[in-house]
């Protein structure tokens, strides 16, 4: 069965191919590369041995999308495309709702054209704004607290409304929480453009020398040692969730939203603790104010996804940081 995944050159989509082609699926990838490099392809064929599928095109152009479905006869699409900077979505708002939004709405409607009625979203804990209990349950109040966080929270109840529009539809949203590490041959990994915004490459790029010290974005929050908590997930456990909640619902109907995360918090030192370990280096750090928007705590309650997809994570904080130094020393500069 072929399905189209939009955003497959990125970070998750590329390792949700993997688990996808793994679990006897055709993945057809559309993307656009902005912020991926075609040199992904080479590193899904190493891996896989299988020349993937890849079609360079924009979730905003519509009638690319209607060929791709009808050439490939694609019934479900795996949805990864979107801007994902936090800090950039409150500069460039409408950047954010333009592409991530209105290029969902595109999507759909070239779905709806060829009668394409299942969609996997990729939402994110950031829907949770913040947090009101502990751990977190698919039940807790929505909100946002930028822009970006505000694209997740439209795009479900858009996904919401289509399924109520037509019975046939299906549409799974996943919200992750924080996606860690590498796929464990080290030739596929997170490479971010620019200074990383995220803790985990931060860490690696200055444990390979590329930044001199990690900056802890505060040390008074209420929390075990001051430093902010986050439940940080195998990005091959993310990949799994997909495969999972896809394999359950293929013959449903109707919108389903289900957290992925592994129910355990980490600090940032506790983080820092662990790459220097795997990495066996000292890293820099040193204390900064708090940033912006954060946050003291957050992690996931995933038991219905254990319950309804029979889906856990099963790799540790250890497999994170070595899979990503195993990534990060082979490609300092990632795949450019
Ligand atoms: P990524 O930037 O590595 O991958 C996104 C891919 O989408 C890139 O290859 C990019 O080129 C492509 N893309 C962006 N806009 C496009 C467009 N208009 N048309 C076609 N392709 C386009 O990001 P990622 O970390 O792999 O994230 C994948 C999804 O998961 C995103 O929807 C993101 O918001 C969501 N998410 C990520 C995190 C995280 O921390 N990484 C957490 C929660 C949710
Ligand atoms: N942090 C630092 N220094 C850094 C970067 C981060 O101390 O250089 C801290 C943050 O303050 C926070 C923790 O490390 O306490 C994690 O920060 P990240 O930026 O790695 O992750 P966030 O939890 O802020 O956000 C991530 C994604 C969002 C997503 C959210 C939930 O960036 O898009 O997880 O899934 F919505």
């Given at each position: 069965?072929?399905?189209?995944?939009?955003?497959?050159?990125?970070?998750?989509?590329?390792?949700?191919?993997?688990?996808?082609?793994?679990?006897?699926?055709?993945?057809?990838?559309?993307?656009?590369?902005?912020?991926?490099?075609?040199?992904?392809?080479?590193?899904?064929?190493?891996?896989?041995?299988?020349?993937?599928?890849?079609?360079?095109?924009?979730?905003?152009?519509?009638?690319?999308?209607?060929?791709?479905?009808?050439?490939?006869?694609?019934?479900?699409?795996?949805?990864?495309?979107?801007?994902?900077?936090v800090?950039?979505?409150?500069?460039?708002?409408?950047?954010?709702?333009?592409?991530?939004?209105?290029?969902?709405?595109?999507?759909?409607?070239?779905?709806?054209?060829?009668?394409?009625?299942?969609?996997?979203?990729?939402?994110?804990a950031t829907?949770y704004g913040d947090p009101q209990y502990l751990p977190i349950d698919?039940?807790h109040?929505?909100?946002?607290t930028?822009?970006?966080?505000?694209?997740?929270?439209?795009?479900?109840?858009?996904?919401?409304?289509?399924?109520?529009?037509?019975?046939?539809?299906?549409?799974?949203?996943?919200?992750?929480f924080n996606?860690a590490?590498?796929?464990?041959?080290?030739?596929?990994?997170?490479?971010?453009?620019?200074?990383?915004n995220n803790l985990i490459?931060y860490i690696?790029?200055?444990?390979?020398?590329?930044?001199?010290?990690v900056n802890v974005f505060g040390n008074d929050y209420n929390t075990e040692d001051g430093t902010g908590v986050r439940d940080y997930i195998?990005?091959?456990?993310?990949?799994?969730?997909?495969?999972?909640?896809?394999?359950?619902?293929?013959?449903?109907?109707?919108?389903?939203?289900?957290n992925?995360g592994t129910g355990k918090g980490y600090s940032v030192l506790e983080i820092i603790n662990a790459f220097s370990s795997?990495?066996?280096?000292?890293i820099?750090y040193q204390f900064a104010p708090r940033r912006t928007g954060d946050i003291a705590s957050n992690y996931a309650d995933s038991?219905?996804?254990?319950?309804?997809?029979?889906?856990?994570?099963?790799?540790n904080i250890k497999?994170m940081t070595?899979?990503?130094?195993?990534?990060?020393?082979?490609?300092?500069?990632?795949?450019?």
């Amino acid at each position: 069965m072929n399905v189209l995944v939009t955003g497959g050159m990125g970070y998750i989509g590329s390792h949700t191919c993997l688990a996808l082609l793994e679990a006897g699926f055709t993945p057809v990838i559309y993307d656009n590369l902005s912020n991926s490099s075609v040199k992904v392809l080479e590193q899904l064929k190493a891996i896989s041995n299988y020349d993937f599928n890849f079609i360079e095109g924009d979730i905003a152009d519509t009638a690319m999308l209607e060929s791709v479905f009808r050439d490939y006869n694609i019934p479900a699409v795996f949805h990864f495309a979107s801007l994902k900077a936090v800090g950039e979505s409150t500069e460039q708002p409408l950047r954010y709702y333009d592409n991530n939004v209105s290029g969902t709405l595109n999507l759909l409607t070239a779905m709806d054209n060829c009668g394409v009625k299942q969609i996997v979203f990729s939402s994110s804990a950031t829907v949770y704004g913040d947090p009101q209990y502990l751990p977190i349950d698919e039940q807790h109040p929505i909100s946002a607290t930028n822009p970006y966080g505000w694209t997740k929270v439209m795009i479900e109840q858009i996904l919401n409304d289509w399924c109520l529009a037509n019975k046939n539809n299906l549409a799974i949203s996943l919200r992750y929480f924080n996606p860690a590490g590498a796929h464990q041959s080290g030739l596929l990994g997170e490479s971010p453009n620019g200074i990383p915004n995220n803790l985990i490459p931060y860490i690696a790029q200055t444990a390979v020398g590329k930044r001199d010290c990690v900056n802890v974005f505060g040390n008074d929050y209420n929390t075990e040692d001051g430093t902010g908590v986050r439940d940080y997930i195998h990005i091959l456990d993310l990949a799994a969730g997909h495969v999972a909640a896809f394999s359950t619902h293929k013959e449903d109907n109707g919108s389903f939203v289900y957290n992925l995360g592994t129910g355990k918090g980490y600090s940032v030192l506790e983080i820092i603790n662990a790459f220097s370990s795997s990495a066996k280096v000292k890293i820099n750090y040193q204390f900064a104010p708090r940033r912006t928007g954060d946050i003291a705590s957050n992690y996931a309650d995933s038991s219905l996804a254990e319950k309804k997809l029979g889906w856990q994570a099963q790799l540790n904080i250890k497999s994170m940081t070595d899979d990503t130094w195993r990534w990060q020393s082979k490609y300092p500069n990632g795949l450019e």
